[in-house]
Nanobody, 121 residues
């Protein structure tokens, strides 16, 4: 499975962005998929995950309410809608798939290349 993230960019605080992650291979549809982010000098941080067989996604407690994860298995795609962005959301955002522990980056088998999100004040 190969993952390709896109949709990042420069946005003002309070604005919105929608990230996309396109996957190759039908196996993606049976994997838990997630978004992580990594700011300069910080560890990779869990953002949200959506298991293949679960209707309710998981979210980081600190981001719940502003970010929404979704997937379209027909398109082999994963999305992250980010609203009311803050400067502290500035980071490289990565999509990932295949895991036994949804919030642990060390347990994911596949990663996208990352897309930069920069929020200005």
């Amino acid at each position: 499975v190969q993952l390709q993230a896109s949709g990042g960019g420069l946005v003002q605080a309070g604005g919105s962005l929608r990230l996309s992650c396109l996957a190759s291979g039908r196996a993606f549809r049976s994997y838990t998929a997630a978004w992580f982010r990594q700011a300069p000098g910080k560890e990779r941080e869990f953002v949200a995950a959506v298991p293949w067989g679960r209707s309710t996604p998981y979210y980081s407690d600190s981001l719940k309410g502003r970010f929404t994860i979704s997937r379209d298995n027909a398109k082999n795609a994963l999305y992250l809608q980010m609203n009311n962005l803050k400067r502290e959301d500035t980071a490289i955002y990565y999509c990932a798939a295949q895991t036994s522990k949804y919030d642990d980056p060390n347990h994911y088998g596949y990663w996208g290349q990352g897309t930069q999100v920069t929020v200005s004040s």
